[in-house]
T-cell receptor
Framework: GAVVSQHPSRVICKSGTSVKIECRSLDFQATTMFWYRQFPKKSLMLMATSNEGSKATYEQGVEKDKFLINHASLTLSTLTVTSAHPEDSSFYIC??????????FGPGTRLTVL | QKEVEQDPGPLSVPEGAIVSLNCTYSNSAFQYFMWYRQYSRKGPELLMYTYSSGNKEDGRFTAQVDKSSKYISLFIRDSQPSDSATYLCAMSAMIYNQGGKLIFGQGTELSVKP
């Protein structure tokens, strides 16, 4: 199957700082990537759809100015959590779409905001 | 009513048992069906993919889709302790580059006891 990587796997930051998470498709080109958030023992919540070379599409209730998404190339999408607060602490997972309808997920990034 | 319903479990079985996991859905437009396995603190891993109705087998895993009943299943034969994980069903009506998004079930937590 296709391989998607995420970096970093874990990050701890102070309240008010910004954190950037990278998502890379390693062995295929991904014109569309997705960003999800997952709370403990809960399913995945789609935050936004990231399209290469264009603005991301955010789901209802997701603050676009807080969660900045950039998809500058066919293999890289980034999520920046700006002015992070403790309530932003969560598990963030990206995925890359395949043209048969599947998505391949990265290993996730655990963000802890102190 | 949620678009996709999945019993969250937890489900505990002895090693070697046959496991049956199920999801029901309400949107008759869904035509892409997936099962993902997620280990604790990891990203989801694609296990099975089915387009439209039918059965698909891969090793110990069998996926079934019954569109007339809006019901999908995943069977695990000869279950192993390493199968202990959360299993998520996911489905979509369109592929991602047509605006399709994955709709997830709540996930079923499976524990296989040695």
């Amino acid at each position: 199957g296709a391989v998607v990587s995420q970096h970093p796997s874990r990050v701890i930051c102070k309240s008010g700082t910004s954190v950037k998470i990278e998502c890379r498709s390693l062995d295929f080109q991904a014109t569309t990537m997705f960003w999800y958030r997952q709370f403990p023992k809960k399913s995945l919540m789609l935050m936004a759809t990231s399209n290469e070379g264009s603005k991301a599409t955010y789901e209802q209730g997701v603050e676009k100015d807080k969660f900045l998404i950039n998809h500058a190339s066919l293999t890289l999408s980034t999520l920046t959590v700006t002015s992070a607060h403790p309530e932003d602490s969560s598990f963030y997972i990206c995925s890359a779409g395949q043209n048969i309808g599947t998505q391949y997920f990265g290993p996730g990034t655990r963000l802890t905001v102190l | 009513q949620k678009e996709v319903e999945q019993d969250p479990g937890p489900l505990s079985v002895p090693e070697g048992a046959i496991v049956s996991l199920n999801c029901t859905y309400s949107n008759s437009a869904f035509q892409y069906f997936m099962w993902y396995r997620q280990y604790s603190r990891k990203g989801p891993e694609l296990l099975m993919y089915t387009y439209s109705s039918g059965n698909k087998e891969d090793g110990r895993f069998t996926a079934q889709v019954d569109k007339s009943s809006k019901y999908i299943s995943l069977f695990i034969r000869d279950s192993q302790p390493s199968d202990s994980a959360t299993y998520l069903c996911a489905m979509s009506a369109m592929i991602y580059n047509q605006g399709g998004k994955l709709i997830f079930g709540q996930g079923t937590e499976l524990s296989v006891k040695p």
